[in-house]
């Protein structure tokens, strides 16, 4: 079946400006995940999507960025007035949620949307 | 402060032989440990996991191996073959097994 998939996949935006991101998980996937790797260093934690619940934000920098996701499907990743330090690949993810017979489920990634802020 | 960490950048391995990839963890609530595979201009890919009640699991050629007293992992590839040279993460999640964090990768590259 058809696997994570992220748009664009790439973005060059001027420091400033707005950018959306996209991203469609698997479907079925309830959770649903966004981190994003700078370069050189591991994968961050961003947010996290559960079903119906407020989303888990702890991992957002700054109130630039947000996100939604509309009808439990497709999300959209929001960076306000970009800065060059926002400049990352940033991944979606997506997976089953885990219940009380499983203690987590595997995270299955998109390709991630390379931003670069000039 | 990195809760997740993988000390080695890189790893060179001849092909046949055995590849082992490390990571050491600091947060206790930590209960659940994932590997993943990264190629470049590609999203990780999941290879194995972990329950922290399991000291080992094994996947074919892929064995994590899991010392709860050390806070230690690390990843067994037995044969290495050149389409295993990737960026490999360790990752680990707390109950619930929402948020991975992510350790900084380590690059395989298994030369033939």
């Known amino acids: 079946g058809a696997g994570v998939s992220q748009s664009p996949s790439n973005k060059v935006t001027e420091k400033g400006k707005d950018v959306e991101l996209r991203c469609d998980p698997i479907?079925?996937?309830?959770?649903l995940y966004w981190y994003r790797q700078s370069l050189g260093q591991g994968l961050e934690f961003l947010i996290y999507?559960?079903?119906?619940?407020?989303?888990?934000k702890s991992g957002l920098p700054s109130d630039r960025f947000s996100a939604e996701r509309t009808g439990g499907s497709v999300s959209t990743l929001t960076i306000q007035r970009t800065q060059q330090e926002d400049s990352a690949v940033y991944l979606c993810?997506?997976?089953?949620?885990?219940?009380?017979?499983?203690?987590?489920?595997?995270?299955?990634f998109g390709p991630g949307t390379r931003l670069t802020v000039t | 402060d990195q809760q997740v960490k993988q000390n080695s950048p890189s790893l060179s391995v001849q092909e046949g032989r055995i590849s082992i990839l490390n990571c050491d963890y600091t947060?206790?609530?930590?209960?659940?440990f994932l590997w993943y595979k990264k190629y470049p201009a590609e999203g990780p890919t999941f290879l194995i996991s972990?329950?922290?009640?399991?000291d080992k699991n094994e996947d074919g050629r892929f064995t994590v191996f899991l010392n709860k007293s050390a806070k230690h992992l690390s990843l067994h590839i037995v044969p290495s073959q050149p389409g295993d040279s990737a960026v490999y993460f360790c990752?680990?999640?707390?109950?619930?097994?929402?948020?991975?964090?992510f350790g900084a990768g380590t690059i395989l590259r298994v030369k033939s």
């Open positions: 993810a997506s997976s089953l949620e885990p219940n009380l017979w499983t203690v987590a489920y595997e995270q299955y």
């Open positions: 479907s079925g996937h309830t959770a």
């Open positions: 999507f559960q079903g119906n619940s407020a989303p888990d």
């Open positions: 947060n206790s609530m930590f209960d659940y």
């Open positions: 972990i329950s922290s009640i399991k």
């Open positions: 990752a680990a999640s707390g109950a619930g097994g929402n948020k991975l964090v």
